[in-house]
């Protein structure tokens, strides 16, 4: 169909009067006369895209409707090979290479380029009226024709310069040369820690060695006091990483770049590609915008964590698949890549690395504390965490869970449910037709193709839904987790050795009262808020249930499923126990005993034996603890 | 002074050995040329190899060689430009990934000095100003790979049609220069290719194709 499209239908598509309206009064190279006419729709397409515009389809399918129903595929495929385009560029230079290395920018009299990169280009300059050689920085030229940006970079660069610190490169100086602003710095004679540890791979000898444990805390509690002692003037870094960490002939460490990644925008961004670099090292809620003091620690704790292990924190190359990974998962721990990596300093890595900022060193001088405390051998702060501790961040960290609420997990898994219900019921039919049409020979081979891609989508809903499921439970446990999520206070570590989740579900219900402890006006508030999320809990879990019992009736033939089922009935009894309504408990584990009993014979019998024990020690435990306790 | 010639007549300063005239033109092509590099450079030489390094070593090649062009002006300069950088993009891979004579990097691991250099932009406004949270840019991410599955599973003329007009951000007839076809059959053949890849992620994603 669209080989047919013919050629005289250019005159009444897009060509010159089109283009004209395109908001960028720029004209494509004009061979338009004998070129596909939708060749040309797809170039005004990609030529916005280029230019930072976010076309959209249904606008041009509306300009184009003689071609609204090619468009409708042909535009969505324009805008993803754009976008691809933009995150493949593995480097790239910001600033057009026609561009010529200035002579003089202001008093300094640029001797050499020494690199370029998302930030701009670093020239390696002479202080005329001074004599002393120093490092220049110019603006990527997409920050610079922005006054807005120009007047931002200024002010950054002047907190900057306020920096006065040991182990913070001196900024010498901000100003403004024929509409480029740029900046200048002591020039430091040394290398990168990302270089470093480049090294190590390719056992280049080095100062710093890897496995030198107590020099790597060293270099790092040094960073972490430059870093408290920029935060105590109000400047964050915001792009704390290896490569920003300089180590001088001396073995003197530099922190460098202060500010300077708030100048980086959107535009900037898509347009350097240096995304890969950073994204490494970003803390989590930087990726929404929003950084603090703790942003730069987990900056520095990954930093920490590459020289203890000498690998980047993700290794993964591919940008779409990084991405992913660091929206899912943490990076594996010290000791699994590195065993001889001392304990402590895990702990100490691990804490600086959390995904949550309440769970990080509160500070940067916190952190150095820890590295000190580590390297005189006095026990540290930082505690590991339990199972259960990791259960829940589990769940707050599952790209699913975060940022969405449970109802719409519940709405996602019921509808990956029934699609797959669906599609079930539809690949029997057309495995059907199949069969009385494909007799031939060669159409065997591509019925059984056809079964393959079935098969194979099928397994993918499946795990969808496992999927779901698994986030689903891990809700059910969050929710009746007793206290909300909080900093461990200050000198009391974190949450290590509170019990398993099983003994504190099936507890009574003084767990939602008041923790132990020095009574107060300070508990009384506590147990109100405990209160109110009881409430709110209880609705969430009705909701939990309502899916469960949809989910159970739906499928009445698949025993994994009814299983599930079965052990949300037993999450559900518990939290009705620990909420007082131990009527509704006993109904709730009365079904649950009664679906297992069914799928005995059905289902693998080893995981029935164990979540009938499951619910019997529980129904142990109750007794044992008693009636509940009438809560005031 | 040269800077108001126009590419023929560039060419015929080259032809009589005025080398500036190079020089010009190799920056009237140089957008494209760096895209080029871009997108032909191995992934894995990202940060040991800036696309300008290439692009000036490049340079020097086709200053060397320029008289071969003359020789034989069977193309447009463009179309021989691409062949010295795609030469030398093949030298850099041979030189780095095959026989790794030399870690770039290496050199730069002690000793060298290093001022306080461009640093990675920040990741942070790009997503959240494209995106709207991490999961959403997971799934967008997921959409990226099947292009580049789709993209794989296209035939080869197609895949470089598509590369050349969009990664390379070449025009039309510029794409018909570097591949030989006709500028007619160059539109058509680029327009059946994005319908392909289109096609292709549909039935990848097992979405019925409209």
């Given at each position: 169909?669209?080989e ?8 009444e598509?897009?060509s ?28 005004e397409f ?12 249904k ?5 184009y ?11 969505s495929?324009?805008?993803?090979m ?21 002579q003089?920018i202001?008093?300094?009299k ?10 701009g280009?670093?020239y ?23 006054p807005?940006k ?18 913070i490169?001196?900024?010498?100086g901000?100003g ?27 056992k280049?000898?080095?100062?710093v060695?890897?496995?030198?444990w107590?020099i790597?805390?060293?270099?790092i509690?040094?960073?972490?006091d430059?870093l ?5 003037e ?24 202060f ?7 959107e535009h900037t ?6 995304i ?20 730069d620690?987990?900056?520095?704790g ?5 020289m203890?292990?000498g ?16 929206g ?6 010290p ?11 895990e ?40 199972p ?36 079930l ?29 079935a098969e ?30 909080r ?11 509170r ?14 009262g008041p923790?132990?402890?020095?009574n107060g006006?300070?508990n009384?508030?506590?147990e109100?808020k ?11 879990l009705?909701?939990v ?12 033939g ?7 089922a ?13 909420l007082?309504r131990?009527e509704q408990g ?24 164990k ?19 009438p809560?005031? | ?29 140089r ?8 997108v ?15 692009l000036?070593?490049?340079y ?37 990934l095959?026989?790794k004579k030399?870690?770039?990097r ?52 197609d ?23 006709q ?6 053949r ?5 319908a392909r890849?289109?096609q ?8 019925p194709?409209?």
């Amino acid at each position: 169909m669209i080989e047919k499209t013919k050629v005289q239908r250019v005159a009444e598509a897009p060509s010159t009067q089109a283009i004209a309206k395109s908001p960028l009064g720029r004209t494509p190279a004009v061979d338009t006369g004998e070129r596909d006419p939708l060749d040309l729709i797809a170039e005004e397409f990609a030529d916005l895209c280029r230019h930072g515009r976010k076309p959209s389809v249904k606008d041009f399918q509306r300009r184009y409707p003689q071609h609204a129903e090619e468009l409708g595929g042909l535009l969505s495929a324009v805008g993803q090979m754009e976008s691809l385009k933009r995150l493949r560029k593995p480097t790239s230079d910001i600033l057009p290479l026609l561009e010529q290395m200035p002579q003089t920018i202001g008093d300094y009299k640029i001797l050499r380029e020494i690199g370029r990169g998302g930030m701009g280009i670093v020239y390696e300059a002479e202080q005329a009226s001074l004599g002393r050689r120093v490092a220049l920085k110019i603006l990527p030229t997409a920050a610079r024709s922005d006054p807005d940006k120009r007047e931002r970079f200024l002010r950054e660069a002047k907190a900057a310069a306020r920096l006065h610190h040991t182990n913070i490169v001196p900024v010498f100086g901000v100003g403004e040369d024929g509409g480029v602003p740029y900046y200048v710095m002591q020039y430091i004679r040394g290398c990168g820690l990302d270089d470093i540890v480049h090294g190590w791979k390719n056992k280049t000898p080095s100062v710093v060695k890897p496995h030198n444990w107590t020099i790597i805390a060293r270099l790092i509690a040094r960073a972490a006091d430059a870093l408290d002692y920029a935060h105590r003037e109000g400047v964050l870094h915001r792009d704390v990483k290896p490569a920003n960490l300089l180590l001088d002939a001396e073995g003197h460490l530099w922190i460098t770049d202060f500010g300077l990644a708030k100048l980086m925008d959107e535009h900037t961004l898509t347009a350097t590609g240096h995304i890969l670099g950073t994204f490494q090292y970003m803390a989590p809620e930087a990726l929404a915008g929003k950084s603090d003091s703790r942003t730069d620690v987990y900056g520095l704790g990954m930093t920490l964590y590459e020289m203890l292990t000498g690998r980047m924190p993700y290794e993964e190359t591919n940008p779409a698949a990084l991405v992913k990974l660091i929206g899912a998962s943490d990076p594996p721990s010290p000791r699994s890549v590195e065993p001889k990596v001392p304990r402590d300093l895990e702990t100490i890595c691990l804490k600086a690395i959390a995904r949550e900022p309440s769970r990080r060193y509160s500070s940067a001088a916190v952190f150095a504390e820890d590295l000190r405390a580590y390297l005189v051998g006095r026990p540290i702060s930082a505690r590991r965490l339990s199972p259960f501790g990791r259960a829940r961040l589990w769940c707050n960290r599952n790209p699913i869970v975060a940022g969405l609420s449970a109802a719409i997990v519940m709405t996602l898994a019921l509808s990956t449910f029934f699609g797959w219900s669906m599609y079930l019921k539809t690949k029997q039919s057309l495995a059907n037709e199949n069969k009385q049409k494909l007799a031939v020979e060669e159409q065997r081979q591509e019925a059984i193709d056809r079964r393959n891609d079935a098969e194979q989508a099928t397994r993918k809903y499946e795990e969808n839904l496992a999927l779901s499921l698994g986030a689903i439970e891990k809700i059910l446990e969050i929710i009746s987790d007793e206290e909300p999520m909080r900093p461990p206070p200050p000198g009391e570590g974190g949450p290590g050795g509170r019990g398993g989740l099983g003994g504190r579900l099936g507890g009574p219900p003084e767990r939602l009262g008041p923790p132990k402890g020095p009574n107060g006006p300070a508990n009384a508030d506590r147990e109100a808020k405990a209160m109110a999320r009881a409430s709110s809990d209880v609705k969430m879990l009705e909701e939990v249930l309502a899916f469960y019992e949809k989910f159970a009736q739906v499928n009445t033939g698949n025993p994994k499923l009814k299983f599930d089922a079965a052990r949300a009935y037993r999450h559900v009894a518990d939290i009705h126990y620990a909420l007082d309504r131990p009527e509704q408990g006993k109904i709730a584990i009365e079904t649950a005993v009664r679906m297992l009993e069914e799928l005995r014979d059905v289902y693998d019998r080893d995981l029935v034996r164990k979540e009938l024990e499951m619910i019997g020690d529980r129904g142990e435990n109750r007794k044992r603890r008693g009636p509940p306790r009438p809560r005031e | 002074m040269l800077g108001t010639l126009n590419e023929q007549e560039l060419l015929e300063r080259l032809r009589d050995g005025e080398q500036p005239a190079l020089a010009l033109l190799y920056d009237r092509h140089r957008d494209k040329l760096r895209r080029m590099v871009q997108v032909r450079l191995d992934p894995k030489l990202a940060g040991r190899i800036a696309p300008s390094d290439v692009l000036q070593e490049a340079y020097i090649d086709a200053l060397k060689r320029y008289p071969h062009y003359f020789e034989k002006a069977d193309q447009p300069f463009f179309g021989w430009l691409r062949l010295v950088v795609g030469q030398r993009i093949a030298d850099v891979h041979r030189e780095h990934l095959v026989a790794k004579k030399r870690d770039a990097r290496q050199e730069f691991a002690f000793g060298h000095p290093l001022g306080p250099r461009g640093s990675a932009a920040c990741l942070a406004s790009c997503v959240a100003g494209t995106l709207t949270s991490p999961s959403g840019a997971a799934a967008r991410n997921e959409d990226v790979a099947a292009l580049e599955i789709a993209l794989g599973e296209l035939d080869e003329v197609d895949r470089e049609i598509l590369l050349l007009r969009h990664f390379e951000e070449l025009s039309n007839s510029e794409t018909a220069q570097v591949l030989g076809l006709q500028a007619p059959a160059a539109s058509k053949r680029y327009v059946r290719a994005l319908a392909r890849l289109k096609q292709i992620m549909e039935v990848n994603m097992g979405t019925p194709s409209a």
